[in-house]
């Protein structure tokens, strides 16, 4: 009978564990709420966070999203005065954790990462996405990722002219790898295809990972990639184009697609969005914590030696991206007829 | 390296690394064994506390997780026939039959010793031939992926080899379960019938849960152990565990084997610990002289699957430190820990930073030699709880696979695929199906149709489709793996009725001399 005590205790332990795994650290709550009251009398300002705030991450675990939220939270649980809740939603490239968004109660207490162009383009190619670009309320866009064309070392091209020149001779020839079908990069090489006149074999992987990779060992000829990927590879490939404005800073002498004449600037930015609906004071303090943590100089700093291009877009200039990028894309795949 | 191997040996022995990183590896066996939460959740959940600590500290701890939680998969696949992880899916063929017979204890320090041996296989693999093999996992490209993938299938031949038509049903349906969801390339969406959330297919750990979990509990209600009893009876012998171990190091073969394959498949990024375990008890049966007994509860079984699936942490880290591509998805989230500590994967993790790596790595080797420690005395307690009455554990295991399944994703449906796997599982394992071949086709299935596809996709450039297929090296020596694979029952078959009938005759042609003389 002991032994059943025993084990039964040993049972509840576990059980306690899984809960306490399982949901998350609900059970700080309690002990902020009474910290974050006090804050909030003393400074005026409406009620809100008085518990933890999910942050859903619509991708795998140890992706580039869940980096970024990962290097935000203990940042956004200073200026908020809460815990900072990741969950992984992943599924669909993204869809999956951005209808999750949707559906939540539009209290600020669910945020979710956002992509562009993903946000952008799953719902023009699928009718059943389930959610719309306009539901998606963006508070702040933090990260840009440029994304450039490379080859392997031994390629024979050695500029993007070669490698236009040859596929102009070639149609459909030419195997280019990418992660995901209307992505980022399958955008990019719609651009590129469109302005130079040309037709490359696009073979798409379901991430920038196993892209990279088929890429390296030489199954593909060439490949769109994130400077994330770019620079982490730089001594294996030779990079023939960026989708950046100006130079990139790790990778000072790749030309900017704009340089080669292709008015192009294929990049996948990562900011935060709430659920439409969500009321503006709220809106407010998750945007004004955002700002702040975009502000950090530490965070700038690591982001730059990633390889990436920290930003700093508030609510308000992040939907004037959207929209603008809504509007290149949506004229690109009209021309294009596509999907 | 030298100076780097003296300097690692430091700070693995420093007493505080040492005790978080054993701290890590008993976090890791209790989140692995409890059936849902996975080696990767348990490593994300983990992670924001490694921030305060200095790299190579918080990296030995991660270590420590990854290495306690694929061990920890095996307690629940052995007790309960569930596995806690994937990649232990393999041990329970073997690991819960021999629970069944009261022999826990006996699986539990053979899962144990084996784990051990195949995890520290792994991690020398990864600090002496990493740049070396991930020029290998290179090579493996789209029509590879495809050929390994057939490759793994054509396991059922031995998993099934009681009934090949269930088997082969049993794969297709995994098969079919694997294509719920958006269309890996095309994107198109598949079998959602109007459920966003099932966009993202069916997850395989919600599945196992169901698929394992459901039809256990049925069974013990069925089997009307409530109230009346308990699921299996522990004796609590003396010198289990040595003897245990000794009919283990007997056969260096097996452990060696199955441990390289871990280390194999875990270099090429895409196949986990899942496909190593059963890869590994596929050869462990077919090489064995007493084929036919596994599934009935054979050590050697349980030490195939756990050996693989241990080796495969060392190997899952190969492509992950050398080129930044994660071998497997826990090893995604070890990427984003190096990233957030401001280390880059590449030759310069091992150059500049050579001092935390080589810390990292030889820890694994430390990491795992815990884990055998902790895992050989913790069996005979552990394996005691299956004496429990069932009307405790029963409740108990129902309960925790709905948790289990909702932590997953934080997704409600994901309780209902859960318990519609669960009640289909029953159905099927009534009707004398065998699990193994429906969980390969649900592993695989995604895996052979990226390669397939895009094995078609490259196919435009060239002149025709086989030179894509049937013309590239490696894929020459998997399809003739594949060949060999699926016609091996039939030749053992053959080969067995031969030899009877070789007896036979040399009975009759002993019979004959006896005449002539």
Same mark, same amino acid.
């Given at each position: 009978?002991?032994?059943v005590k025993?084990?039964?205790?040993?049972?509840?332990l576990?059980?306690?564990?899984v809960?306490?795994?399982g949901?998350?650290g609900?059970?700080?709550?309690?002990?902020?709420?009474?910290?974050?009251d006090?804050?909030t009398?003393e400074?005026?300002k409406?009620d809100?966070?008085?518990?933890p705030?999910?942050? *859903?991450?619509?991708?795998?675990?140890?992706?580039?999203s869940?980096?970024?939220?990962r290097?935000q939270?203990?940042?956004?649980e200073?200026f908020l005065?809460?815990?900072?809740?990741?969950?992984?939603?992943?599924?669909?490239?993204?869809a999956?954790?951005?209808?999750?968004?949707?559906?939540?109660?539009?209290?600020?207490y669910?945020i979710?990462?956002?992509?562009i162009?993903h *946000?952008?383009?799953?719902p023009i190619a699928r009718?059943n996405?389930?959610?719309t670009t306009?539901?998606?309320?963006?508070?702040a866009?933090?990260?840009?990722?440029?994304?450039?064309?490379?080859v392997?070392?031994?390629s024979?091209?050695d500029?993007?002219?070669?490698?236009?020149?040859?596929?102009k001779?070639?149609?459909?020839?030419?195997?280019?790898g990418?992660?995901?079908?209307?992505?980022?990069?399958?955008?990019?090489?719609?651009?590129?295809?469109?302005?130079?006149?040309?037709?490359?074999?696009?073979?798409?992987?379901?991430?920038?990972a196993?892209?990279?990779?088929q890429?390296?060992?030489?199954?593909t000829?060439?490949?769109f990639a994130n400077?994330?990927?770019l620079?982490?590879?730089?001594?294996?490939?030779k990079?023939?184009?960026?989708?950046?404005d100006?130079?990139?800073?790790?990778?000072a002498?790749?030309?900017?697609?704009?340089?080669?004449?292709?008015?192009?600037?294929?990049?996948?930015?990562?900011?935060a969005?709430?659920?439409?609906e969500?009321?503006?004071?709220?809106?407010?303090?998750?945007?004004?914590?955002?700002?702040?943590?975009?502000n950090n100089?530490?965070?700038?700093?690591?982001?730059i030696?990633q390889?990436f291009?920290?930003?700093?877009?508030d609510a308000?200039?992040?939907?004037?991206? *959207?929209?603008k990028?809504?509007?290149e894309?949506?004229?690109?795949?009209?021309?294009?007829?596509?999907p | 390296?030298?100076?780097n191997?003296?300097?690692a040996?430091?700070?693995?022995?420093?007493?505080?690394?040492?005790?978080l990183?054993t701290?890590?590896?008993?976090?890791?066996?209790?989140v692995?064994?409890?059936?849902?939460?996975?080696?990767?959740?348990?490593?994300?959940?983990?992670?924001?506390?490694?921030?305060i600590?200095?790299p190579?500290t918080?990296?030995?701890?991660?270590?420590?997780?990854?290495?306690?939680?694929?061990?920890?998969?095996?307690?629940s696949?052995?007790?309960?026939?569930?596995?806690?992880?994937?990649?232990?899916?393999a041990?329970?063929?073997?690991?819960y039959?021999l629970?069944q017979?009261?022999?826990g204890?006996?699986?539990l320090v053979a899962?144990a010793?084996s784990?051990?041996?195949?995890?520290?296989i792994g991690?020398l693999?990864?600090?002496?031939?990493?740049p070396?093999?991930v020029?290998?996992?290179?090579?493996?490209?789209?029509?590879?992926?495809?050929?390994?993938?057939?490759?793994g299938?054509?396991?059922?031949?031995?998993?099934?080899?009681?009934?090949i038509?269930?088997?082969?049903?049993?794969?297709a349906l995994?098969?079919l379960v $694997?294509?719920?969801?958006?269309?890996?390339?095309?994107?198109e969406m598949?079998?959602?019938f109007g459920?966003y959330?099932l966009?993202?297919?069916?997850?395989?750990?919600?599945?196992l849960?169901?698929?394992?979990c459901?039809p256990?509990?049925?069974?013990?209600?069925?089997?009307?152990?409530?109230?009346?009893?308990?699921?299996?009876?522990l004796?609590?012998?003396?010198?289990?565990?040595?003897?245990v171990?000794?009919?283990?190091?007997?056969?260096p073969?097996?452990?060696?084997?199955s441990?390289?394959?871990?280390?194999?498949?875990?270099?090429?990024?895409?196949a986990?610990?899942?496909?190593?375990?059963?890869?590994?008890?596929?050869?462990?049966?077919?090489?064995?002289?007493?084929?036919?007994k596994f599934?009935t509860?054979?050590?050697?079984g349980?030490a195939?699957?756990?050996?693989a699936?241990? $080796?495969?942490v060392?190997g $899952?880290?190969?492509?992950l430190?050398?080129?930044?591509?994660?071998?497997?998805?826990p090893?995604?989230?070890?990427?984003?820990a190096l990233?957030l500590?401001?280390?880059?994967?590449?030759?310069?993790?091992?150059?500049?930073?050579?001092?935390i790596?080589y810390?990292f790595?030889? $820890?694994?080797?430390?990491?795992?030699?815990?884990?055998?420690?902790l895992?050989?005395?913790?069996?005979k307690?552990?394996?005691?709880m299956?004496?429990l009455?069932?009307?405790?554990?029963a409740p108990?295991?129902?309960?925790?696979t709905?948790i289990?399944?909702?932590?997953i994703?934080n997704?409600m449906?994901?309780?209902v695929?859960?318990?519609?796997?669960?009640?289909?599982?029953?159905?099927?394992?009534?009707?004398d199906?065998?699990p193994?071949p429906i969980v390969?086709?649900?592993?695989?299935?995604?895996?052979?149709?990226?390669g397939?596809v895009?094995?078609?996709?490259?196919?435009?450039s060239?002149?025709?489709?086989a030179?894509?297929?049937?013309?590239?090296?490696?894929?020459l020596?998997?399809?003739?793996?594949?060949?060999?694979s699926a016609?091996?029952p039939?030749?053992?078959?053959?080969?067995?009725k031969?030899?009877?009938?070789?007896?036979?005759q040399t009975?009759?042609?002993?019979?004959?001399?006896?005449?002539?003389g």
């Open positions: 009978m002991r032994q025993c084990l039964s205790v040993l049972f509840v576990l059980l306690a564990m809960m306490v795994v949901c998350g609900e059970q700080v709550a309690d002990e902020k709420k009474s910290v974050a006090k804050v009398e400074d005026q409406p809100f966070p008085t518990r705030v999910t942050y *859903i991450i619509p991708f795998n675990p140890g992706g580039q869940d980096v970024e939220a290097r939270q203990p940042l956004l200073e005065s809460t815990s900072i809740v990741i969950q992984y939603k992943p599924g669909g490239g993204g999956l954790g951005w209808t999750e968004l949707m559906h939540a109660k539009a209290d600020g669910t979710s990462g956002i992509n162009p *946000i952008i383009l799953q009718d996405a389930g959610y306009e539901q998606i309320k963006p508070i866009i933090f990260q840009g990722t440029p994304i450039g064309l490379a392997l070392k031994d024979p091209f500029t993007l002219e070669d490698l236009v020149n040859y596929a001779e070639h149609p459909g020839k030419v195997t280019v990418g992660s995901g079908k209307w992505s980022g990069h399958h955008i990019a090489l719609l651009q590129l295809e469109a302005l130079a006149g040309i037709e490359f074999n696009y073979v798409p992987s379901t991430g920038a196993p892209s990279v990779s890429f390296l060992g030489g199954h000829d060439a490949l400077s994330n990927d620079v982490t590879h730089k001594d294996r490939i990079v023939l184009g960026l989708g950046s100006e130079r990139f800073e790790a990778l002498d790749v030309p900017t697609f704009i340089e080669l004449g292709y008015s192009m600037t294929p990049s996948i930015d990562r900011g969005a709430v659920p439409p969500t009321p503006d004071e709220v809106k407010k303090v998750l945007e004004d914590a955002f700002v702040r943590v975009m100089e530490s965070v700038r700093k690591q982001m030696e390889g291009v920290p930003l700093r877009l308000v200039a992040a939907q004037e991206h *959207i929209n990028k809504q509007l894309y949506t004229k690109l795949l009209k021309e294009l007829n596509l | 390296m030298v100076e191997f003296a300097g040996l430091g700070h693995i022995f420093n007493l505080y690394n040492f005790m990183m701290l890590g590896v008993a976090v890791g066996i209790v692995g064994a409890l059936p849902g939460l996975t080696a990767t959740m348990a490593l994300a959940v983990l992670v924001p506390f490694t921030f600590m200095d190579a918080g990296l030995m701890t991660l270590g420590g997780i990854y290495v306690g939680a694929i061990y920890g998969g095996c307690i696949a052995i007790l309960i026939n569930t596995p806690g992880t994937p990649s232990a899916i041990t329970t063929f073997d690991g039959p629970a017979k009261g022999k204890e006996h699986a899962a010793f784990s051990g041996v195949g995890g520290v991690a693999v990864l600090i002496f031939l990493a070396l093999l020029e290998v996992a290179l090579k493996f490209g789209p029509p590879e992926y495809f050929w390994l993938a057939i490759f299938l054509t396991i059922i031949s031995t998993l099934a080899a009681k009934s038509l269930k088997g082969l049903i049993g794969g995994g098969l $694997s294509t719920v969801g958006l269309a890996p390339i095309g994107g598949r079998y959602t459920f959330q966009q993202g297919g069916i997850e395989l750990i919600v599945a849960i169901g698929f394992f459901i256990e509990i049925l069974n013990m209600i069925a089997d009307k152990k409530i109230g009346s009893g308990q699921v299996g009876k004796q609590s012998r003396t010198g289990v565990a040595g003897s171990m000794m009919a283990l190091i007997k056969q073969v097996l452990l060696i084997r441990a390289i394959i871990g280390a194999f498949v875990g270099i090429v990024p895409g986990g610990g899942n496909v190593a375990g059963l890869v590994s008890y596929n050869e462990a049966v077919r090489w064995s002289k007493d084929s036919e599934g509860g054979m050590l050697e349980v195939a699957s756990e050996a699936n241990n $080796s495969e060392g $899952s880290l190969v492509p430190l050398t080129l930044g591509i994660p071998g497997a998805p090893a995604a989230v070890i990427m984003g990233l500590h401001g280390l880059r994967p590449g030759p310069d993790l091992f150059i500049q930073h050579g001092a790596t810390t790595l030889l $820890s694994l080797v430390v990491a795992n030699v815990v884990m055998f420690v895992g050989f005395f913790g069996a307690h552990i394996a005691r299956i004496n009455p069932a009307n405790y554990l108990l295991i129902a309960f925790m709905v289990g399944s909702y932590a994703r997704n449906l994901d309780v695929i859960m318990v519609t796997m669960g009640l289909a599982g029953y159905i099927l394992r009534r009707l199906f065998h193994g390969l086709g649900m592993i695989l299935g995604p895996i052979a149709e990226k397939l895009q094995s078609l996709m490259l196919a435009r060239q002149e025709s489709i030179v894509v297929f049937f013309t590239r090296p490696i894929s020596v998997l399809i003739i793996l594949c060949i060999i016609a091996w039939v030749v053992a078959g053959f080969r067995k031969h030899s009877e009938r070789l007896r036979e009975v009759d042609g002993t019979r004959e001399v006896t005449a002539d």
